[in-house]
């Protein structure tokens, strides 16, 4: 579970959103690293940002890996679930040392 003193609350004007970037890139670039990814909670339509690990990149460019967060709003996903991911939606990426 996440400690508590990292999580923090956005309004929608500043937090994440999908990156451009990251369209650009070869789809198989991603495999090893997490992506961050905006779920919507259903009844409230509340985002929260989660990280996902890329384990595979289908042929059609979709990414599929599991989710690495623990999420705090009750959304459809929790840690370790299996999730399929655009490259459209990627709003930050990380390789293990830094944010590219």
Known sequence: ???LRNIYCTCT????RPQAKYASWDPTQF???WV????TEKLTERVEHL???ILVVTKEG???????NDPLLNLD?????????SIF?????YDGKSVL
């Not at 961050?36 to 779920?39: E, S, T």
């Open 1 to 3: 579970m996440e400690d």
């Open 13 to 16: 004007k500043h937090s994440s």
């Open 31 to 33: 495999i090893g690293k």
């Open 36 to 39: 961050k990814v905006g779920f």
């Open 51 to 53: 990280w996902v690990q």
């Open 62 to 68: 979709k990414l599929h890996g599991t989710v690495d």
């Open 77 to 85: 996903v929790k840690y370790g679930d299996p999730v399929e991911v």
């Open 89 to 93: 939606e990627i709003e930050s990426c």
